[in-house]
């Protein structure tokens, strides 16, 4: 999907370029002006492709996050990496391996990368 914004951004920014140059043509009369116009929209919407593409790139690396797990019984907790649907207070199927009584879901946090968490 990426991919296929980029070349169209590609696409429309060179053929934004070509018509822009077409608009700078003195001998192109009237019509230039119209040319300059939509060779710079074309263009600026090529350019708005690319740069799209590039931010979601950058947003794909999410930061590690955790979900900690309490039991309803006893004082048993866990820290495991987070899944997908997971949320606070969520009921989970797996049972305690200390009482065997029903597992809840404490909290989900993001770990941050930095020295502070060595502390815990
Ligand atoms: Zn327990």
Do not use: H, Q
Not at 31 to 41: K, N, Y
Not at 69 to 81: A, H, P, Q, T, V
Not at 85 to 114: F, H, Q, W
């Amino acid at each position: 999907m990426g991919t296929i914004s980029k070349i169209l951004g590609v696409v429309l920014t060179a053929g934004g370029a070509l018509i822009l140059t077409y608009g700078m043509d003195p001998n192109a009369g009237s019509l230039s002006f119209i040319l300059f116009i939509v060779g710079l929209v074309v263009m600026s919407v090529g350019f708005s492709l690319l740069t799209a593409g590039r931010k979601k790139k950058e947003v794909k690396p999410t930061l590690p996050t955790v979900t900690e797990i309490r039991c309803n019984g006893c004082d048993f907790k866990e820290i495991r990496d987070y899944e997908k649907g997971d949320y606070i207070l969520k009921p989970l199927e797996a049972n305690c391996p200390k009482c065997s009584g029903k597992m809840t879901i404490e909290g989900v946090y993001v770990v941050r990368e930095e020295p502070e968490k060595d502390r815990f």
